[in-house]
């Protein structure tokens, strides 16, 4: 079975320029979420979305950050303009979960995009 | 909000010695908990889970009980081998949004 596809694995930009990332859930997944992960901390939430539908962005900064999963199968994640301190590694993940069941079962996480911002 | 503490690291260990990566947690509710590890150049993958207060997760000789009393998740395995060698995530859900809530990670590294 084919995992969480996302891409690019690295990138390098320089501040105010702007940088989109890819994700390809397993197929099935109805929840996708993409997270950033800072160095040496835990991965934060950006955003959840439920098929094509957002469920959770409050954490997204949405001056700079946008996402959108169309069709309810891929994602992009799009950061215009790139501040130093959005260097990180920026993690897909999804899973079955449907709506107002809950999460007691797992995310499936791909392997991230690296971004340093200079 | 929901948050999650784990111990800092990095921490070094022999092969063969017993491990315990603390965790606690604050959240309304009963949240579910999650142990997952990240080996080097690998995404993250789930470890072991626990869903209700005073169940065990376990998986590759990892543990860890759900504590509601101390609001614990105290990750423990009684023989670590080199292969170990990852950073390990303390997390929680609540049933609401699904979302995860992860600690700062621990890194472990298990020398031979």
């Known amino acids: 079975e084919a995992g969480v596809a996302q891409s690019p694995r690295y990138k390098i930009i320089e501040k105010r320029q702007s940088v989109a990332f890819w994700c390809n859930p397993i197929s099935g997944h109805a929840t996708l979420y993409w997270y950033q992960q800072i160095l040496g901390q835990g991965p934060k939430l950006l955003i959840q979305f439920q098929n094509n539908g957002v469920v959770d962005d409050s954490q997204l900064p949405k001056d700079r950050f946008s996402a959108e999963r169309l069709k309810g199968v891929d994602s992009t994640l799009k950061i215009q303009p790139a501040k130093l301190e959005d260097s990180a590694v920026y993690l897909c993940?999804?899973?079955?979960?449907?709506?107002?069941?809950?999460?007691?079962?797992?995310?499936?996480f791909g392997e991230g995009s690296r971004l340093t911002v200079l | 909000g929901d948050s999650v503490t784990q111990m800092e690291g990095p921490v070094t260990l022999s092969e063969e010695a017993f491990l315990t990566i603390n965790c606690t947690y604050t959240a309304t509710g009963y949240p579910s908990l999650f142990w997952y590890v990240q080996y080097p150049g690998e995404g993250l993958q789930l470890l072991l889970k626990?869903?209700?207060?005073?169940d065990k997760g376990s998986n590759k000789g990892f543990e860890a009980t759900y504590r509601k009393e101390t609001t614990s998740f105290h990750l423990e395995k009684g023989s670590v081998q080199v292969s170990d060698s990852a950073v390990y995530f303390c997390a929680l859900s609540d049933f609401r949004g699904g979302k995860l809530i992860f600690g700062q990670g621990t890194e472990l590294s298990v020398k031979p």
């Open positions: 626990a869903t209700k207060a005073d």
């Open positions: 993940a999804s899973s079955l979960q449907t709506s107002g069941t809950g999460n007691t079962g797992e995310l499936f």
